[in-house]
């Protein structure tokens, strides 16, 4: 059942709650707030709006246009788990305070108008999304570049590089090594009890959580699913997701981040991302007599999301960071091919069930960097590209990509190599996103602008390697 605003009054006196916190999502994906102590909210905040100064925010107003609105949505509402002080959280949407309109660049309502673009065509009413986000737990992290100096130093207590440390006599040596961190049981997974901590905290703030466990690399990688769901509360999730992790991480004593690859010569970080279109109920990409049991829709799907993945990683793998993951040689999925189970190729079909309603997609290029609104957007207007053109994806490869020879490859084409290549392809390749005025083109020039200048800073600065290849050349 819907929540109306009344019902969030009555949820803050029967909570006894103190505080009201009004959350949204810049351009970039990162969360920002402000409160107001609970007795202040009114019905009438949720019908005529907050004010905020939107030209602090990124990718947001110019300082002379910066006044905007945000409205709360009643149905997001969640007493927050993390905070001493009894807080009720909320999800807000952007309007203009002079039209009314929502406003263009919240990522929030680009997401809503996918969702509305997806039941205008009659093709689906829903577009389901489960990511698996990645994340690493360390103990402690330092980092700085200027003029003179750049650096950075990560540590875990758990990481195998501490086999040797002395920690005054109390050095147990249970470490899982380099590429070994998947699954072993306690005391090598030394954080159990830290992920479960995580989960409880998750279902409290009303996430549904399917699984945890230890990921590949040493050094505290770790794995939360979410149960699938609608696009927009998905993408609501992820960002309670990652709030969640940061600051349960942190009570704990430990650091957690999304950076798709902290680690040099171990696994990097992805966002796994699954997909399926469902219409009345029914699931819409099973077909039992068909390769991997795929749908001609799903398929044309795929062909999408393939065509358009150069566009797609610009939101799906948005740092410069994804592309120290994003690696040819590897076991990154960089190959722009689909298969039921090879792991290196950019879209894999899962074979764990054969059941209609189990039957999806999962895109394996992005990472948990990413503005969740905006990504998820992004691939199911790719997808639906797809639909609409019927567009073919190159036929399935299940063999070991890396085992092919040269002449084999060379019909195998790759995700960019770096950020810069990504943003180039949104720049010519966004035609399929401004169907409906789902996006728009002052989302994508904005968007152009703002990562840019985030990939030209990172060119401007002498990496600590450069050093150690040229300095005496």
Same mark, same amino acid.
């Given at each position: 059942? =819907?929540?109306?605003?009344?019902?969030?009054?009555? %949820?803050?006196?029967?909570?006894?709650?103190?505080?009201?916190?009004?959350?949204?999502?810049?351009?970039?994906?990162?969360?920002?707030?402000?409160?107001?102590?609970? @007795?202040?909210?009114?019905?009438?905040? $949720?019908?005529?709006?907050?004010?905020?100064?939107?030209?602090?925010?990124?990718?947001?107003?110019?300082? *002379?246009?910066?006044?905007?609105?945000?409205?709360?949505?009643?149905?997001?509402?969640?007493?927050?788990?993390?905070?001493?002080?009894?807080?009720?959280?909320?999800?807000?949407?952007?309007?203009?305070?002079?039209?009314?309109?929502?406003? !263009?660049?919240?990522?929030? @309502?680009? &997401?809503?108008?996918?969702?509305?673009?997806?039941?205008?065509?009659?093709? &689906?009413?829903? +577009?389901?999304?489960?990511?698996?986000?990645?994340?690493?737990?360390?103990?402690?992290?330092?980092?700085?570049?200027?003029?003179?100096?750049?650096?950075?130093?990560?540590?875990?207590?758990?990481?195998?590089? *501490?086999?040797?440390?002395?920690?005054?006599?109390?050095?147990?040596?249970?470490?899982?090594?380099?590429?070994?961190?998947?699954?072993?049981? /306690? /005391?090598?997974? !030394?954080?159990?009890?830290?992920?479960?901590?995580?989960?409880?905290?998750?279902?409290?703030?009303?996430?549904?959580?399917?699984?945890?466990?230890?990921?590949?690399?040493?050094?505290?990688?770790?794995?939360?699913?979410?149960? $699938?769901?609608?696009?927009?509360?998905?993408?609501?999730?992820?960002?309670?997701?990652?709030?969640?992790?940061? *600051?349960? =991480?942190?009570?704990?004593?430990?650091?957690?981040?999304?950076?798709?690859?902290?680690?040099?010569?171990?696994?990097?970080?992805?966002?796994?991302?699954?997909?399926?279109?469902?219409? *009345?109920?029914?699931?819409?990409?099973?077909?039992?007599?068909?390769?991997?049991?795929?749908?001609?829709?799903?398929?044309?799907?795929?062909?999408?999301?393939?065509?358009?993945?150069?566009? %797609?990683?610009?939101? +799906? =793998?948005?740092?410069?960071?994804?592309?120290?993951?994003?690696?040819?040689?590897?076991?990154?999925?960089?190959?722009?091919?689909?298969?039921?189970?090879?792991?290196?190729? &950019?879209?894999? #079909?899962?074979?764990?069930?054969?059941?209609?309603?189990?039957?999806?997609?999962?895109?394996?290029?992005?990472?948990?960097?990413? @503005?969740?609104?905006?990504?998820?957007?992004?691939? %199911?207007? =790719?997808?639906?590209?797809?639909? #609409?053109?019927?567009?073919?994806?190159?036929?399935? %490869?299940?063999?070991?990509?890396?085992?092919?020879?040269?002449?084999?490859? +060379?019909?195998?084409?790759?995700?960019?190599?770096?950020?810069?290549?990504?943003?180039?392809?949104?720049?010519?390749?966004?035609?399929?996103?401004?169907?409906?005025?789902? $996006?728009?083109?002052?989302?994508?020039?904005?968007?152009?602008?703002?990562?840019?200048?985030?990939?030209?800073?990172? &060119?401007?600065?002498?990496? /600590?390697?450069?050093?150690?290849?040229?300095?005496?050349?």
């Amino acid at each position: 059942m =819907a929540m109306t605003p009344k019902g969030v009054l009555d %949820l803050i006196k029967e909570k006894d709650i103190k505080m009201v916190d009004v959350r949204f999502t810049d351009m970039p994906g990162t969360w920002q707030h402000f409160s107001l102590p609970a @007795n202040v909210l009114s019905e009438s905040d $949720f019908t005529d709006g907050l004010g905020f100064d939107g030209s602090s925010i990124r990718g947001f107003q110019a300082i *002379n246009e910066s006044d905007m609105l945000v409205f709360p949505d009643p149905d997001t509402a969640f007493v927050d788990p993390m905070l001493k002080i009894p807080t009720l959280a909320i999800y807000c949407d952007i309007r203009d305070p002079l039209t009314g309109e929502p406003y !263009s660049r919240d990522p929030r @309502n680009i &997401a809503r108008k996918a969702e509305s673009y997806l039941s205008s065509t009659g093709i &689906a009413d829903t +577009a389901f999304f489960g990511p698996e986000a990645e994340f690493f737990l360390f103990t402690d992290i330092r980092f700085d570049q200027n003029s003179y100096s750049g650096y950075y130093f990560i540590d875990s207590d758990e990481a195998i590089w *501490n086999s040797g440390k002395d920690m005054n006599g109390q050095n147990k040596g249970y470490r899982p090594r380099h590429k070994e961190g998947y699954f072993p049981v /306690p /005391p090598l997974d !030394s954080l159990q009890d830290v992920r479960s901590q995580i989960v409880l905290n998750m279902m409290e703030a009303g996430i549904d959580i399917e699984v945890h466990h230890h990921e590949v690399a040493t050094a505290g990688q770790c794995e939360i699913d979410m149960r $699938f769901k609608p696009l927009v509360q998905m993408a609501d999730q992820v960002m309670l997701y990652k709030y969640i992790v940061k *600051n349960t =991480a942190q009570q704990l004593g430990y650091t957690a981040t999304f950076m798709p690859k902290p680690l040099f010569g171990d696994n990097g970080s992805g966002m796994h991302t699954h997909q399926s279109l469902w219409k *009345n109920g029914e699931p819409l990409f099973f077909d039992e007599s068909k390769y991997a049991l795929l749908s001609d829709m799903a398929r044309y799907y795929i062909g999408g999301i393939l065509k358009h993945a150069p566009t %797609l990683l610009a939101f +799906a =793998a948005p740092t410069t960071n994804s592309y120290r993951r994003l690696v040819p040689g590897f076991e990154a999925p960089i190959n722009l091919v689909y298969s039921q189970r090879n792991r290196s190729a &950019a879209v894999r #079909i899962p074979t764990y069930s054969s059941s209609p309603k189990a039957r999806r997609i999962e895109f394996r290029a992005p990472d948990a960097m990413a @503005n969740p609104y905006l990504a998820f957007a992004a691939m %199911l207007m =790719a997808g639906l590209d797809g639909i #609409i053109n019927k567009i073919e994806p190159p036929p399935p %490869l299940d063999v070991d990509i890396y085992e092919l020879t040269a002449e084999e490859k +060379a019909g195998v084409h790759g995700t960019p190599g770096s950020l810069a290549e990504a943003l180039d392809a949104l720049e010519e390749d966004n035609a399929f996103l401004l169907r409906g005025d789902v $996006f728009t083109e002052d989302v994508v020039s904005t968007y152009l602008d703002y990562k840019r200048v985030e990939a030209t800073q990172l &060119a401007l600065r002498p990496h /600590p390697y450069e050093f150690f290849l040229y300095y005496d050349a």
